[in-house]
């Protein structure tokens, strides 16, 4: 096994106390240690993986060195460091963990384990042009917000984590919004309340945003999303890339650029089977669009922290049926007995997931678990 994957074995990737302090404090006694290259932070509630990724290969089409680090992961932590087009090996990363050991000296045992994945990314992209960074849960005071910024990305915000982050968009807004302090590129929002406070931070910043303007798409993004049959969120995501790398001085040109480069994003992996690591009410009514008018096997599960009750509700118009995956974590409850019961209080059918029926089609949704649990299924079977 890898150096590195038995190092954060030990590290809990929850704690019960969240020291917000903690990342800036490390991060200024050895940031001699770090040379950063020009970074984009990329904060928001959904999209942020896709946006960034088209980011990078936008990029990459220009000549650029990029890396990006994205979290989650779905079945391999190597899937968080992504950098010239592919995922980092493990012997590279376990020379960048040796050497981060050595530079974090009395400090590596007081980093949780998505802070030193963060800093283990600051090493690994030190000699790229960019280094896109998706912030975690949060904005102000994630780990990422350590570096520098060049440019920030404000993706769509919407109602997720309300325990860490706030109960009304206002108060989720706000937090994700005060680690932008430099210009900023801001998506199509689904709030007006979103809307309000990132303009409130342009006025507090005295810089002019950039408003990416929702469904005015260009001839070459329109060629891009037919070529690739992406769904509209996805085109969004990809028209807001492109609007950060005019920001950057980057001319992109689309027909250079493949398709996109990151799992799990309402992906096709077999003719009857789409998956996506979406799990809140936005992603669950972009779901419910994408779908609209078929029916559709819901292959779900969710943690109970999650509105698993009004995701099913807003996705019970193109649901057939629902089976219920397993899902292991050890830090966390899955809500499986109680999202039956809501199930059966909305009159849906209900199992447990078992297999696949080439005849039927499957949209697998709820989270990376659900993602990781069937397509470990899926690659096995």
């Known amino acids: 096994m890898s150096a590195l994957l038995k ?3 030990k ?10 302090e903690r990342m800036p404090r490390i991060f200024r006694a050895v940031s001699h240690n770090f040379h950063l290259p020009k970074t984009v932070h990329v904060v928001g509630t959904n999209g942020k993986g896709s946006t960034g990724r088209f980011l990078a290969q936008i990029l990459e089409s220009a000549g650029l060195k990029v890396g990006h680090y994205t979290s989650p992961h779905i079945l391999e ?53 960019y280094m896109i960074l998706e912030s975690g849960v949060g904005g102000e005071f994630d780990a990422t917000n350590a570096a520098p910024k060049e440019l920030s990305i404000v993706t769509p915000i919407s109602f997720d984590h309300q325990d860490l982050l706030g109960k009304t968009i206002k108060e989720i ?17 689904e709030f007006d309340e979103a809307v309000e406070i990132i303009k409130q931070r342009e006025a ?12 005015e798409y260009n001839s070459g993004v329109e060629k891009y999303a037919a070529l690739h049959a992406l769904p509209p969120f996805l085109k969004e995501n990809l028209f807001t890339a492109l609007h950060a790398a005019a920001a950057l001085g980057v001319e992109a040109d689309l027909s250079k650029i493949k398709k996109l480069n990151l799992n799990g994003r309402f992906q ?22 994408i779908f609209k008018g078929k029916k559709v096997v819901l292959i779900y599960n969710s943690y109970k922290d999650k509105d698993y009750k009004a995701v099913l509700n807003i996705l019970s ?30 009159g849906a059918e209900v199992k447990d997931f078992s297999r696949i029926d080439k005849n039927e089609e499957y949209f697998i949704f709820g989270s990376f678990g659900v993602a990781e649990a069937f397509l470990r299924y899926f690659y096995e079977k």
């Not at 096709?268 to 669009?289: M, Y």
């Not at 899902?327 to 909305?346: F, G």
Request: charged content about 25%; hydrophobic content about 45%; some cysteine.
């Open 204 to 215: 507090i910043l005295r810089l002019e945003f950039i408003y990416v303007k929702k469904d």
């Open 268 to 289: 096709k992996i077999a003719a009857n089977i789409t998956i996506d690591v979406g799990h809140n009410i936005s992603a669950a009514k972009a779901a419910a669009e």
């Open 173 to 189: 807004a706000f937090t994700k919004l005060q680690s932008v302090n430099n210009k900023a590129v801001a998506a199509p929002q």
């Open 77 to 129: 932590f190597n899937e968080r460091f992504y950098k010239d087009g592919a995922h980092m090996g493990y012997d590279e990363l376990d020379a960048l963990h040796e050497r981060l050991l050595a530079i974090l000296g009395i400090y590596e045992s007081e980093l949780s384990y998505f802070e030193y994945a963060t800093l283990l990314a600051f090493l690994a992209y030190e000699e790229c042009d």
């Open 7 to 9: 190092y954060l074995e």
């Open 11 to 20: 590290k809990p990737p929850y704690y019960d106390h969240i020291d917000y």
């Open 317 to 346: 118009p193109i649901i057939k049926r629902v089976e219920i995956i397993d899902i292991q974590n050890p830090y966390r409850q899955s809500a499986e007995k109680e999202i039956k019961a809501a199930l059966l209080d909305m």
